[in-house]
């Protein structure tokens, strides 16, 4: 199977993943002194959540299907 097809098969696992770590990091950023590695926390959800999209534009930018 084409790897496009499980990365769309498993996009929603992705958005509910980078979901869930996001709202971790911004919550540990709310309660913590240090308020970076709870964003740091945040901006690696938001990555793990957009990585299909990410994923799809580097494919058309480099002329695949």
Do not use: D, H
């Not at 098969?9 to 919550?27: P, Q």
């Amino acid at each position: 199977m084409n790897p496009q097809l499980w990365l769309e098969a498993a996009t929603l696992v992705f958005n509910l993943i980078g979901m869930l770590i996001c709202i971790l990091g911004l919550t540990l950023a709310q309660k913590m002194t240090l308020r970076w590695p709870g964003y740091v926390i945040a901006v690696i959800g938001f990555l793990v959540a957009t990585m299909p999209l990410f994923y799809q534009l580097v494919q058309s930018l480099r002329g695949g299907a």
